[in-house]
């Protein structure tokens, strides 16, 4: 890939024009990227941290702690990189062949490329992008009170959130949501599926895409969020 081959991607991917486009090369050059990565991987931990410490009044430190481990656990950074396609630009030199760049490997290179972005482009530029990644907009807060006209939040169980759904549907007498197979992305070996959730409700039509390594896990993300979509219309 060259200079404006790679440029090109960092501006679709990230809505950033590099400024020293040497710091990303190297973020993802299989072999060149462990100091970035190094870096990357402290300045997530603390925008994270950030996030929740700013928006989420909570009384629990190992909740915080549990959030911040799920969103920095390689298995989901691994998933970003390959919804970004990070695979398709990693450099790899002639000592090394293409099967080495495991889940963990495009882990780490995408921390290598969140150190390049902040040395680039600096502090708020970098918590911008990481927030849009990570979707902080997904975390949810485990003292909501509200009372769901009359379903309690603590009766739901959104360890299932499919038959959650459904069960909060019956109760309005609706019919259970409508699933489709969007799109199948990736390579063969690490396929990433998205799924269409959708359902009427108080005369609206709600939809939620979900995504994940296979069909169910990507049903349950688009149950998830279309879920979070009845609670907030009753």
Request: charged share 25%; proline share 3%; glycine share 4%.
């Amino acid at each position: 890939m060259n200079d404006r081959e790679l440029s090109q991607w960092i501006q679709i991917k990230f809505g950033i024009v590099p400024q020293e486009l040497s710091k990303y090369r190297r973020a993802i050059t299989t072999r060149q990227y462990e100091v970035l990565e190094f870096f990357g991987d402290s300045i997530l931990g603390f925008l994270v941290s950030e996030y929740l410490i700013k928006h989420y009044s909570v009384d629990q430190p190992g909740w915080f702690t549990q959030v911040r481990s799920q969103l920095v656990e390689d298995k989901n950074l691994a998933l970003i990189a390959q919804q970004i396609n990070l695979s398709s630009i990693v450099i790899i030199p002639s000592t090394s062949i293409r099967q080495q760049i495991t889940d963990r490997v495009l882990a780490d290179i995408l921390e290598a490329l969140i150190g390049a972005i902040y040395l680039d482009q600096g502090l708020d530029k970098c918590r911008e992008i990481v927030s849009k990644l990570l979707d902080f907009n997904k975390i949810r807060n485990p003292y909501t009170t509200n009372n769901y006209n009359h379903v309690e939040t603590s009766s739901l169980n959104i360890e299932n959130p499919i038959s959650t759904l459904q069960e909060l549907l019956a109760k309005y007498g609706i019919s259970p949501p409508d699933y489709f197979d969007i799109e199948q992305k990736g390579q063969a070996h690490t396929p990433i599926f998205t799924i269409r959730a959708s359902c009427n409700f108080r005369g609206k039509y709600l939809k939620a895409d979900g995504i994940g390594r296979s069909k169910k896990e990507a049903k349950k993300d688009a149950s998830e969020k279309l879920l979070l979509l009845v609670l907030k219309c009753q």
